[in-house]
């Protein structure tokens, strides 16, 4: 058996080590704010914070998650104020919002690192997450908004 804290809740399984991290959270969890997308670590829908860092949550295994913390779209902010979702709500960044978790997980794990990140770092930072309906500019504009604290 090993622990696990999800957004802040220590929690404990005793299944498979090698389980996608994005099967316990979806399936196991019911936290269906992270997404599958290609399941494959390229699209980046799945993009969650292990020990405030973005990993993609189909590539990351529950024994790699093991001891750790995960932060998953529901707890990013539960009250959805985090600065990088109040930017995207003003922007109005959301097309279809399939992949929006996965980017705003993303944006928030490049702030957090980076408070005032250039245009080329937003660029390279954001470039392993897809967006099917291409809303990029508005992305990017969402997250030099964040960065300026909305």
């Known amino acids: ?28 969890l ?11 670590g390229v699209c980046g829908a799945c993009t969650v914070h292990l020990d405030g860092v973005a990993v993609r949550s189909c590539q990351t295994t529950l024994g790699e998650a093991a001891g750790k913390s ?3 779209i529901e707890g990013l902010s539960p009250d959805g104020e985090h600065a990088v979702q109040k930017a995207w709500r003003k ?6 919002g399939f992949c929006q978790a996965g980017q ?4 928030a794990s490049l702030l957090a690192k980076n408070r005032a990140p250039s245009d ?4 390279e930072a954001m470039t392993g ?6 809303c990029y500019q508005r992305i990017h504009e969402a997250i ?5 604290g909305v």
Do not use: H
């Not at 704010?33 to 494959?40: L, M, Q, R, S, W």
């Not at 080329?120 to 660029?123: F, M």
């Open 91 to 96: 922007i109005s960044v959301p097309q279809c």
């Open 1 to 28: 058996m090993s622990s696990i804290t999800i957004n802040g809740e220590a929690r404990e399984f005793s299944g498979d080590p090698n389980m996608p991290l994005l099967w316990y959270v979806r399936d196991m």
């Open 144 to 148: 030099r908004l964040a960065a300026g």
């Open 104 to 107: 705003i997980m993303q944006a």
């Open 30 to 40: 019911n936290l269906t704010g992270t997404k599958f997308g290609c399941g494959a």
């Open 120 to 123: 080329a770092e937003i660029v």
């Open 129 to 134: 997450n897809i967006c099917r309906c291409g």
């Open 70 to 72: 995960v932060t998953t």
